[in-house]
């Protein structure tokens, strides 16, 4: 999906101007550190511990692999701020829109409430959403993120389904 | 994904045993009846018109091109009785874990209550995650589905999130 997508672009927040870009290999470290700077994703077991790194560079790159998925890094400073995963879903439902489905958002602890998840969600529903040709936008959130949950009602974003989950 | 899958294959519900296989492009019909035949889908604008057909037949060749994807029918006596859409995502949370997820899960209202939806998704995630290396299911039903909830509880689905959408 990237060449639809035109990256890298500068969005801007309050801690300043921001790149957006595909991510890369040489990014690992610093998403597994992401992932892991979150007590929900902590709790699931993303706490960054090096038996894991081999799983989440398998993870990567079968990302990158995916011409309907990216995962997507904001870098400020030249240090990873920031990332989401965009997923292009054909489907049936609703005369067959395909939807954009966003997971996995995370913004440094650090830098939170500077505008950085509000300017990448932006950025996925006005730009990436239409160049990718998807109608709806789609993600869940865990219930325990009330902060979350807030955001994602300012963008716009309707909470109308209860998402279920079941490991296996 | 179909190799893994091992389709067609047999599953059981209280109407008789039915069939479980990939859509062909001849199935197309049947599943925008079976999409209109549901007033939450019906309220979206999905009510079966020819105009929408076209679309209805790019998703469902996308689908069907599309690795990670797969539209999945049940056939019980040489008709189309349902069907459910399985997407393998990639992602770097949860320790690198691919996901299973699991759209347009469709019943004909006519064979509700029949175990035919509780087969379908046993199977989802006893046969089909096991052999996609899913370690975790996937679904959001909208919050006005109450009967689907309690549905999704009882196989062992958590309401641990909320679904947000925006149409863009």
Redesign the interface.
């Known amino acids: 999906m990237l060449a639809e997508l035109a990256l890298p672009t500068e969005l801007a927040s309050r801690a300043g101007a921001f790149t957006l870009r595909a991510a890369r290999d040489g990014d690992l470290d610093a ?2 550190a992401l ?1 892991a700077n979150d007590p929900v ?1 902590a709790a ?3 706490v960054g511990s090096s038996e ?1 790194r081999d ?6 790159g ?2 990158g692999a ?1 011409p ?2 990216t ?1 997507l890094v904001a870098e400020l400073g030249g240090e990873v701020i920031a ?1 989401m ?1 965009l ?1 292009v ?10 939807r ?2 966003v ?2 958002v995370r913004v440094r602890d650090d830098l939170r409430s500077e505008g950085i998840g509000a300017a990448l969600m932006r950025w996925a ?2 730009v990436a ?2 160049a990718l040709g ?10 325990a993120r009330t902060d979350a ?1 807030r955001f ?2 300012r ?14």
């Open positions: 998403l597994i992932i994703s699931r077991g993303d894991d799983d989440y560079a398998r993870a990567l079968e990302i995916d309907r998925n995962q990332t995963q997923t879903l054909p489907g049936l439902a609703r005369q067959g829109a395909s954009l489905q997971e996995t529903s006005d959403a239409p998807a109608r709806l936008i789609q993600l869940t959130s865990d219930a949950h994602y009602e963008l716009g974003y309707a909470p109308s389904h209860i998402g279920f989950k079941l490991s296996v």
